[in-house]
Each structure stands twice: as structure tokens, then as C-alpha cells.
């Protein structure tokens, strides 16, 4: 079993910055990366980004390049997600969750274990 809890959110003004912690419990050892979706009022959980534990390769969504960075302290078994220059329409419930490999990984049906989720609220 694996265990996922998410902290950093909060309420920030637009333009300002928010990091989002995930830490991994449990049986990670089988894990091949780490995701970040988000989920708005009335909207589908959306891709945010993508590590892969190993070697730390990156993936995004567009909505975020540039913005955003995804990192992992593998001795630590947490994954980061650094949120800067931050926009309303970012507003939304921030979930961590381990992918299974890396085809899938840009949709929740390539993840198995998420987080509880962390409110990310951005103010204009």
C-alpha cells in the first residue's frame, strides 16, 4: 500500500508564488513517477506535471511551462511542485499521485494512489 499527502496550499494573490509538497509513504520502491493533476469548480481533474523518480525527467502541460517546476528529494520520498507567477484561473484542488509508467502518465487512469488533495486559491 502506498500513502500520499499533499501540503503548501493556500490562498495567494495573483502574481505571487505557492510550493506544493507530496510525500510518499508505503511501498514507493515500485513506483516509476510521480504526477500533479488539478481540479477546478465544475471543471475535469486536469494534467499539471510529471517526474520520473529515477531520473528526474519532466513533463508539463502547456497551461503551466514556464511556470511551474516539478522536483523530487528521493531520499526524502517528496515530490515538490513549485508554483510561481500564479493566475486566477490556476485556482483549483492540487492532487499528487504515483504513475505506473510512462505511457498514461498526462491522465488519471495512468495513476493508481493519489493524495487527499491541497486547495490552491489564486486571488486576482
Known amino acids: 500500500q502506498v500513502q500520499l499527502v499533499e501540503s503548501g496550499g493556500g490562498l495567494v494573490q495573483a502574481g505571487g508564488s505557492l510550493r506544493l509538497s507530496c510525500v510518499v509513504s508505503g511501498r514507493t520502491f515500485s513506483r516509476y513517477g510521480m504526477g500533479w493533476f488539478r481540479q477546478g469548480p465544475g471543471k475535469e481533474r486536469e494534467f499539471v506535471a510529471h517526474?520520473?523518480?529515477?531520473?528526474?525527467?519532466?513533463y508539463y502541460a502547456d497551461s503551466v511551462k514556464g511556470r511551474f517546476t516539478i522536483s523530487r528529494d528521493n531520499a526524502k520520498n517528496t515530490v515538490y511542485l513549485q508554483m510561481n507567477s500564479l493566475k486566477p484561473e490556476d485556482t483549483a484542488v492540487y492532487y499528487c499521485?504515483?504513475?505506473?509508467?510512462?505511457?498514461?502518465?498526462?491522465?488519471?487512469?495512468?495513476?493508481?494512489?493519489w493524495g487527499q488533495g491541497t486547495q490552491v486559491t489564486v486571488s486576482s
Open positions: 499521485a504515483t504513475s505506473r509508467g510512462p505511457n498514461g502518465r498526462t491522465t488519471p487512469r495512468g495513476y493508481d494512489y
Open positions: 517526474i520520473v523518480w529515477s531520473s528526474g525527467s519532466t
